[in-house]
């Protein structure tokens, strides 16, 4: 394929996989790579729960999950068919700005119970040193995740 040129479906195909099969080594859920994958891959990046079916040979139920998950963790957004019944899967063409923004919401209840555990171990025992690194960590993270997004919104201004 060359720039600017639509991909054929084996190729297009091709890379779903790939991407599918790096964000599963990243830690992704397997299903749920790869539909993510075949939404940012597809031009419109908005396709049914049949078209997915149907792009990943997979089961209805398999893509009912995964796009529970997208959902839940803010890679894809759930629309109604406009004068239809049937719901759309749409990704965001900047998908992992909008999974990343909402770390503090992610973390909270982590924090929250690494600090409760802390609470009930003891901050001085091995155990509760180590949740409480841990709660500090996600702390820093999301504090830090501010500034990198403002940095990001900088930098795609100027693309």
Do not use: C
Request: hydrophobic share 40%.
């Amino acid at each position: 394929m060359t720039e600017g040129t639509p991909a054929s479906h084996r190729e297009s195909h091709a890379v779903v996989e790939r991407l599918g099969a790096a964000l599963s080594t990243a830690g992704f859920p397997p299903m749920p790579s790869r539909v993510f994958a075949a939404l940012l891959v597809d031009d419109d990046g908005r396709m049914t729960s049949a078209e997915l079916t149907d792009e990943l040979s997979v089961s209805p139920a398999a893509v009912s999950g995964a796009v529970r998950y997208l959902t839940h963790v803010g890679l894809l957004r759930r629309e109604r068919e406009r004068g239809g019944r049937r719901d759309v899967f749409v990704v965001l063409d900047d998908a992992f700005h909008g999974a990343l923004t909402n770390t503090d919401q992610v973390y909270a209840g982590m924090i929250q119970a690494l600090a409760d555990g802390v609470d009930h171990l003891g901050a001085g025992s091995t155990a509760g040193q180590r949740l409480q690194l841990s709660r500090e960590f996600l702390e820093f993270v999301t504090e830090e995740m501010s500034g990198i997004i403002d940095r990001w919104e900088a930098y795609k201004a100027t693309r």
